[in-house]
């Protein structure tokens, strides 16, 4: 499709269509659930500790804080072990993304907190004992009950914290993150001990009682929701690669076949967790996204090759057995606001647009796809989405070429119009009346938000998921 040079004339922005009202969602007691677990700790520290009353003296005062900091970073450590324990109805609630911010947020701030507690423990014991502050400070981190194991766990967790920034995670492969990322349990479970047998605020009961029943849920739901559940599935389901087919140079799709896989209630969108039994290496899980409607007895993804398990899998043979977690993802139909729809894709981002395009509910003439891609030997599924295109009344638009800039969703190429939203515009006129489904590397996905935004779009009716971890 090619777009016109010249402005818009006497165009007319339509204000934003007012999404249809959201339901109650476990989202809203979940997240009420989480501040008071805030609120708790700090009760529980004031009934204990007698709050700012109970700061008299500065070596009281420093060890008072610093045990208020140490249980506030506890607890947003558990909140974030729960937030990615893959919890069905807090994925739904949710969404992968949000999830992913949120845990993402909470990590930074109990480091912080957790550093605070190290330092405000560190300077309580050098006044206590200004004559002796190597000894002290050794029996603080090694001597002491249960400390050799707290130091060793916390420095674990500030390995998993450097290892989250972004300057790390790029210079980083998925498996080899995702492999130092499950240090975090280690080092959670390094620290529990000192809590219980260092902290005089454990004795009292109702203390203990809130703390156990807290680690006991968190433990509780990883082991049930990211190792029972999932194993169960892979057993039931019995997934086995079926194919293994090139779509573009680096782009393979593999499509598995599986019993009874509707009892999932998988959707177009959604993304699992896959591990295949193809040798050394199976035990490092990769998410791949759905590049087809699930059937119920099999299923579709495609791989760009980026690490070492895409790689592998291009390489996966008919008959290998697979085991999965999932399904997870909220980009799905289900999210639908308005009665129009368009689907905005990059890259690799064109596959749950592929599969949403095949069984999203929408009329001829409802729905429009832009897919942005480097050139057209890159283009995934074009013979595809042109016979999806004409067979549901789809208006196809393709934008081939390298992409303008870092701040732009076009494709660099004839068109001559600067402003991102006047060709948003210009390609869908009605956009304040569509949802709009976004997928991409996370630059992309900030322009075509910003884009959509500007044309009108309403900020709940757009729906992203990210290419990126």
Same mark, same amino acid.
């Given at each position: 499709?090619?777009?016109?040079?010249?402005?818009?004339?006497?165009?007319?922005?339509?204000?934003?269509?007012?999404?249809?009202?959201?339901?109650?969602?476990?989202?809203?007691?979940?997240?009420?659930?989480?501040?008071?677990?805030?609120?708790?700790?700090?009760?529980?520290?004031?009934?204990?500790?007698?709050?700012?009353?109970?700061?008299?003296?500065?070596?009281?005062?420093?060890?008072?804080?610093?045990?208020?900091?140490?249980?506030?970073?506890?607890?947003?450590?558990?909140?974030?072990?729960?937030?990615?324990?893959?919890?069905?109805?807090?994925?739904?609630?949710?969404?992968?993304?949000?999830?992913?911010?949120?845990?993402?947020?909470?990590?930074?701030?109990?480091?912080?907190?957790?550093?605070?507690?190290?330092?405000?423990?560190?300077?309580?014991?050098?006044?206590?004992?200004?004559?002796?502050?190597?000894?002290?400070?050794?029996?603080?981190?090694?001597?002491?009950?249960?400390?050799?194991?707290?130091?060793? =766990?916390?420095?674990?967790?500030?390995?998993?914290?450097?290892?989250?920034?972004?300057?790390?995670?790029?210079?980083?492969?998925?498996?080899?993150?995702?492999?130092?990322?499950?240090?975090?349990?280690?080092?959670?479970?390094?620290?529990?001990?000192?809590?219980?047998?260092?902290?005089?605020?454990?004795?009292?009961?109702?203390?203990?009682?809130?703390?156990?029943?807290? &680690?006991?849920?968190?433990?509780?739901?990883?082991?049930?929701?990211?190792?029972?559940?999932?194993?169960?599935?892979?057993?039931?389901?019995?997934?086995?690669?079926?194919?293994?087919?090139?779509?573009?140079?680096?782009?393979?799709?593999?499509?598995?076949?599986?019993?009874?896989?509707?009892?999932?209630?998988?959707?177009?969108?959604?993304?699992?967790?896959?591990?295949?039994?193809?040798?050394?290496?199976?035990?490092?899980?990769?998410?791949?996204?759905?590049?087809?409607?699930?059937?119920?007895?099999?299923?579709?993804?495609?791989?760009?090759?980026?690490?070492?398990?895409?790689?592998?899998?291009?390489?996966?043979?008919?008959?290998?057995?697979?085991?999965?977690?999932?399904? &997870?993802?909220?980009?799905?139909?289900?999210?639908?606001?308005?009665?129009?729809?368009?689907?905005?894709?990059?890259?690799? =981002?064109?596959?749950?647009?592929?599969?949403?395009?095949?069984?999203?509910?929408?009329?001829?003439?409802?729905?429009?796809?832009? &897919?942005? &891609?480097?050139?057209?030997?890159?283009?995934?599924?074009?013979?595809?989405?042109?016979?999806?295109?004409?067979?549901?009344?789809?208006?196809?638009?393709?934008?081939?070429?390298?992409?303008?800039?870092?701040?732009?969703?076009?494709?660099?190429?004839?068109?001559?119009?600067?402003?991102?939203?006047?060709?948003?515009?210009?390609?869908?006129?009605?956009?304040?009346?569509?949802?709009?489904?976004?997928?991409?590397?996370?630059?992309?996905?900030?322009?075509?938000?910003?884009?959509?935004?500007?044309?009108?779009?309403?900020?709940?009716?757009?729906?992203?998921?990210?290419?990126?971890?």
């Amino acid at each position: 499709m090619t777009l016109s040079t010249e402005p818009l004339r006497g165009h007319r922005r339509p204000p934003p269509a007012r999404p249809r009202r959201k339901g109650f969602t476990a989202a809203d007691p979940m997240g009420a659930l989480a501040i008071l677990s805030v609120v708790a700790v700090v009760a529980l520290w004031v009934m204990n500790q007698g709050g700012p009353i109970g700061l008299t003296t500065s070596d009281r005062a420093t060890g008072s804080l610093g045990l208020l900091a140490g249980l506030l970073a506890s607890d947003l450590m558990i909140l974030q072990v729960l937030l990615l324990a893959r919890i069905p109805w807090v994925e739904r609630s949710w969404g992968h993304d949000l999830l992913t911010r949120r845990h993402r947020l909470l990590g930074f701030a109990s480091f912080w907190l957790m550093t605070a507690h190290v330092a405000l423990f560190a300077v309580e014991r050098t006044v206590r004992e200004p004559t002796a502050t190597p000894a002290a400070l050794v029996r603080l981190f090694l001597t002491d009950p249960w400390m050799l194991c707290a130091t060793a =766990g916390t420095l674990a967790l500030i390995m998993v914290v450097v290892t989250s920034v972004r300057a790390a995670r790029r210079r980083l492969r998925y498996e080899s993150w995702h492999l130092l990322h499950l240090y975090s349990y280690a080092g959670i479970a390094a620290t529990f001990p000192h809590t219980f047998t260092d902290g005089a605020d454990f004795h009292e009961t109702w203390t203990r009682v809130y703390w156990w029943c807290l &680690y006991g849920i968190a433990f509780a739901a990883t082991l049930a929701y990211r190792v029972a559940l999932p194993a169960w599935r892979s057993l039931h389901h019995r997934l086995r690669v079926e194919s293994v087919v090139t779509e573009a140079p680096g782009t393979v799709s593999i499509t598995l076949t599986g019993h009874r896989l509707d009892r999932m209630r998988t959707a177009s969108g959604q993304f699992f967790v896959w591990r295949f039994l193809d040798g050394p290496g199976w035990s490092r899980g990769n998410p791949y996204t759905l590049s087809a409607a699930p059937t119920p007895d099999r299923l579709r993804i495609t791989i760009k090759s980026a690490g070492d398990g895409s790689e592998r899998a291009a390489r996966l043979t008919p008959g290998t057995r697979a085991l999965i977690e999932g399904p &997870y993802g909220t980009l799905t139909a289900r999210r639908r606001t308005q009665p129009g729809l368009l689907l905005m894709a990059a890259g690799i =981002g064109i596959t749950p647009m592929r599969a949403l395009l095949e069984d999203a509910p929408y009329a001829p003439g409802e729905a429009t796809l832009v &897919y942005r &891609y480097g050139a057209d030997e890159h283009a995934v599924f074009a013979d595809e989405l042109r016979a999806i295109a004409a067979d549901r009344g789809v208006e196809l638009i393709l934008l081939p070429g390298p992409r303008r800039a870092d701040t732009s969703w076009q494709a660099a190429g004839p068109v001559h119009l600067d402003d991102d939203v006047q060709v948003l515009e210009q390609l869908v006129p009605d956009i304040a009346h569509r949802d709009v489904y976004v997928c991409g590397p996370p630059t992309w996905i900030t322009a075509v938000r910003e884009a959509a935004r500007g044309a009108g779009a309403h900020r709940d009716s757009i729906h992203t998921e990210e290419f990126a971890w």
